[in-house]
């Protein structure tokens, strides 16, 4: 079976043209997406891009 981190592709996110968008832009909408949008973007940044910026939020919204 392939890891869910590496079969995970932007297109497959909640957010359309996920790489092309900025921390910024990604920050402002994770309020709006469920637990299993939130749980995608996590581990598709833990995989890809580690922006500390979006999963800092991501960690704030699950502390909250």
Do not use: M, W
Request: net charge neutral; no cysteine.
């Amino acid at each position: 079976p392939v890891p869910i981190a590496t079969a995970l592709s932007p297109g497959a996110l909640a957010l359309p043209d996920y790489d092309q968008l900025p921390a910024a832009h990604i920050v402002a909408k994770l309020g709006g997406l469920t637990t299993k949008e939130i749980d995608a973007i996590e581990t598709y940044e833990l995989a890809h891009r580690h922006r500390r910026t979006v999963l800092g939020k991501i960690s704030q919204l699950r502390n909250d």
